[in-house]
Each structure stands twice: as C-alpha cells, then as structure tokens.
C-alpha cells in the first residue's frame, strides 16, 4: 500500500537519503565508499535532456525519455556521464528507481565540488 505523504513531508526523498552521516550540505556528496552521490529530481518526457537547476537539495535533470522499463534510468545515467566526462559504466542509479527522487552514484575519483561545479556549469549553459 502507497504511503501517504502530508504537506509537511515533502522534503525530497534524495535529500532525506543525503542527510544522514557523513553526507555534506548540498546534492552532491562523498559518498561512504569513495565514489560521489548526487541528489537528482528526475523530470522524464522532456525533449532534450539538460540539467535545468542546482538548489541546495537535489539537481533538476529533464530527461529526453519516458518513464517507463527504465529508460528515463538508462537516459539518466548516459546522459550524466556526458556532463561529467565519465564513462558510461561509471555512472549508476543507486535510489529511487521508480521514483522522481534519485540518487545516482559516481564511481570515479573526483571530489564532490568538481561534479557539483560541472553541474552547475551545464546548467547556466
């Protein structure tokens, strides 16, 4: 049975995930096993994909495909790896699956203020 959320429980379920220990204020973090997290708000059936904000809880990404059998997932992730210069492989959806509330993780070693600042970059472009 869904859960039901209140007016008062609306802080994003990336941003409850980054808030535990360890995790630095912002949507991107290190993660605990040396790669980085980001908090992504997932925005699917867009027409192109592009970061389109970076607030202090998690970054809007409009995704040029549907929500459905996971490809606004597979978009997600090739399309991260675009901005950050990574391999593909190197870039995976680790919360929220079925949810517009995502965490994907980075398993390269740059430092959360390098993809935060890529980030950013794409979305003033």
Do not use: F, H, Q, W
Not at 79 to 86: A, H, I, R
Not at 92 to 114: C, F, N, Y
């Amino acid at each position: 049975m869904p859960r039901k959320v209140g007016p008062a429980g609306r802080e994003g379920a990336a941003a409850r995930i980054l808030s535990g220990k360890g995790a630095s204020s912002g949507p991107v973090s290190a993660g605990r096993d040396g790669g980085v997290t980001i908090a992504v708000r997932a925005k699917p059936g867009a027409r192109l994909s592009a970061v389109t904000d970076v607030t202090s809880e998690a970054v809007s990404v409009a995704i040029a495909a549907p929500p459905s059998e996971g490809e606004a997932n597979a978009e997600l992730c090739r399309y991260l790896s675009k901005v950050l210069e990574v391999k593909k492989s190197e870039v995976v959806l680790d919360k929220g699956a079925k949810s517009r509330e995502k965490v994907v993780k980075i398993l390269v070693s740059m430092t959360p203020d390098e993809v935060l600042e890529k980030l950013k970059k794409e979305a003033s472009s």
